[in-house]
């Protein structure tokens, strides 16, 4: 049985004020549910502090990029390491603003994929197509590349703390959703491939999220697809209203 996770990423916005008034606003939202796993992912700066408000409530806290040496001369970078401990259960990579804005290729994210592992954090590893490569038909070749490469040489044992978050890039931050027939014919595939490169148990157990424009209104169709296993939230995980009926989804 795969335990929703329904993740929150925050993206560049919320001042260290907002972001502990914002988490201080979804904790009482939130407290009374218990049968998803769910995460924040606020800037870098706010971590600590967001990580001292979340201390006992059921929410996880996750950065949103990691550099995969554990520490040295790499100037501005932040590594696992780090990250582990200021509290993060949980490392976002392979974002397609990563990709497309700062150039990051599948290789580079498989070295974070396995400093994550190394140091035993939940990797949440995104992965998702163009709409020119959906509408070329090259959708699947895309997922099964990005697949291959981004988790290359995980064992078996460390898939367990992989979540797969798949986010269509023309549905991220447009208003343009999957619909939920788009979404679970992504998510089967993706976990057949998962099935082929690993084995049956390891495809059964690995949850796979949903990203791009989940709102409160569109969550409870998503949710109710058999291969789709929670959300990664952008703009609506910036309002604790919107992010606690997310969370609080209800199957339709
Ligand atoms: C995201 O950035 O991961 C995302 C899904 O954003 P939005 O929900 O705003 O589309």
Redesign the pocket.
Known sequence: MRKPMIAG?W?LHKTLDEACGLVSEIIPAVASNQDVEIVVAPVFTALSKVAEILSGSNIKLAAQNCYPEPQGAFTGEVSPLFLKDVGCHYVIIG?SERRQIFGETNDFINAKARALADAGLGTIFCIGETLEERESDQMFDVLRHQVRLGLKNLSTEQMSNVVIAY?PIW???TGVTASDEQAQEAHAFIRALVKELYNPKVADATRILY????KPGNVDGLMTQPDVDGA?????SLKAADFARIVNFEKV
């Open positions: 990423n993206k974002h986010e549905a991220i931050g990203g791009g424009s989940v990664l939230v952008g703009g609506a």
